[in-house]
């Protein structure tokens, strides 16, 4: 859907900021340009709507060279979104989102429906915001007014530069889950620049990771994780993303180092509350040493509180057929999560401390091959397994 052949881009003060960049973007596709400040993105983005041009090579969209093409019809049919919104204050949110097709000669009573139904798409109920001013709006809201303004007249291809870096965390990542969803039912052609990885992992088809005017690397998310290309790539993913070799992870590392513990000598009441309070529906049980004694179950203290005898946890504990130390590596530890019988393992020192709990979580940043326990298992409904939820 968008073609780019060998196109470099020198800026008349000499800088190069785009050099030799070849891509093919597959139609529906979300193509995430990342890469450090002043590694060309921007420029990239805006010579696809010629608002920059290649010094040399050659952009096509749908298969037509664009420089054979009016830059300003050719801007009404690509979307355009930037940070800084650039919605019109003196316009009205429909009058914002109706422009670009009331430029291209749609009728009132057709503008009208399309804004409305965008303004649905994006849960911002029509009567509410229709005559509303942008400077009425939150930022988050003002953001999806831009996205939708970039969708109203219906282009194949949508550029996206850095859309949601001004917002706050939760609107980013709200906005973020929108544009997912939209694009399930759109499939739009987007090309979505941001510095952010998440953003990039979460959003991205493929990523295309650049440095100083060049591609480094492109590929899907998981290929990124999988084999980055150099040491750039790897730093610029960040440590704590890559998948790790099992045999060369100690449990130490991934253990959870909290789990919610409880002692021997705790009456049941407590017990429960603290099962409550931690949301979990089991405590790992240690003596006054801090020895690892045995597990207690919400089942068996619920069952024991019924029975109206005075009971204390070690009365009642369930032993545990494995444990693993945290010198083990994690490919030991998974082989006996797999046969725990209680889909966690206590984390024990060589004299029976307990120092912390390994769980199927505890796995996820690793390639490990364990019998991933069914989603709707029993526990899950019952509340979670110690150790899930640390607070
Ligand atoms: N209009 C311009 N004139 C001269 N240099 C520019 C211009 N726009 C950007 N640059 C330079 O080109 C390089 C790439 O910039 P840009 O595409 O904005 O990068 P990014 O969006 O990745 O931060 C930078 O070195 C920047 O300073
Ligand atoms: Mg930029």
Redesign the pocket.
Known sequence: MVKFQNVSKI?P?G?C?VRNFNLSVDKGEIIVLI?P???????TLKMVNRLAAPTSGKILVGGKDIREENPVRLRRRIGYVIQQIGLFPHMTIAQNIGLVPKLLGANQQEIAKKVDQLLEMCALDPPLYRSRYPKQLSGGEQQRVGVLRALAADPDVILMDEPFGALDPISREQLQDELKRLQDSLQKTIIF?THDMDEALKLADRIVLMKDGEIVQIGRPEDLIRNPANEFVREFIGEKRFIRNPEEVMVEEVMLKTPVTGNTEMGLAEALRQMQHHRVNTLLIVDKKDKFSGILTMRAVQQAIRSGNRIIAKEILEPVNETVTSQSTVLEAARKLDVSSFGFLPVIDENQRLQGLLNYACLVNTFVDVIWPNGNSENEQEGRENGCNPS
């Open positions: 800026y003060n800088t900021a890469g400040s002043g590694c060309g993105k921007t420029t620049v």
